[in-house]
């Protein structure tokens, strides 16, 4: 009988602690599942950042998503770049939230594109390629020399401004503007891509111009305006710079003619 009753006590108190053990087991797993995130929901993973051919590095891609959620000012603007840097760039950056002070934030923006430092040159190119307009585009031509940082802001505002130009229709550079640029480029395949913006305007606004660069002491810059005014012209081959002239001169006298007799027909 004793060893019948110390056997019960044995197993009694192993069967004790197997319970024990368990419940801790299942009140762990308890606690780890209302800890775990919700089915379906994962942690917003950062943006990767790579690397171009150059070692440089690139700018993170957004999603589209993302561009088609953010806020939207009247004009299509949307909401005015945000400036963390100088006490001038906060400045800045609150002039341009107030509709009232955009003239006040373009003469800032002007001021420190020519003398504030790097980094406030790169604060006044995103600001100018918000405001818009003449200035902000002979602003980056002038800075797209700069090299660096400042440099390559300044050609991302250009492009921006020019083809926001184009689609609205309203040219911001004359042809001077054209040439400062130009005469500023070396790289073939840039001379080749501003081309094609300066294309994309009308007839009236770009051939004049291409014109002027068929002319330009620059050969690589002269020798693909030419190319140009050809594609400009619905294609038609132009012997030389002269004959170019000599076309565009005939169909300004066609299109004023046919002006002309519009407004007689419109009259009777």
Known sequence: MKFENSTVKVFGAFALVILVVLGFIILDNWHGKEASEPEGVSEPQPVAVQENAGG??????VPQEAVAAAPQQDGGKG?????IGSERSVRLS???????????????????AEKGTDHEKVD??????????????????????AGDAVGERAGQVLNHLIQESLVTGEPLMD??????????????????????LLSGYSLEDSFPILL?????GREK??????????????GREFKDVEDAKT????????QAKKAKEALKEAAE
Not at 56 to 61: G, R, S
Not at 79 to 83: C, E, F, Y
Not at 124 to 145: D, M, N, P, Q, R
Not at 247 to 254: A, F, I, N
Request: proline share 2%; charged share 25%; glycine share 4%.
């Open 56 to 61: 440089e590095t690139a700018q993170p891609t």
């Open 79 to 83: 909401s005015a770049p945000r400036v």
């Open 94 to 112: 609150k002039l341009l939230d107030d509709d009232a002070s955009h003239a006040d934030a373009l003469a800032l923006a002007l001021e420190l």
């Open 124 to 145: 006044a190119l995103s600001a100018l390629e918000w405001i818009g307009g003449k200035e902000a585009v002979l602003t980056s031509i002038k800075l797209k020399g």
């Open 175 to 196: 042809a001077g503007s054209w040439k400062a640029l130009f005469n500023g480029l070396y790289d073939d395949s840039e001379i080749q891509s501003y081309m094609v």
């Open 212 to 216: 002027e660069l068929a002319e330009s």
């Open 221 to 234: 810059v002269a020798d693909v305006a030419k190319e140009y005014l050809s594609s400009v012209a619905f």
């Open 247 to 254: 076309w565009y001169k005939q169909y300004q006298e066609l």
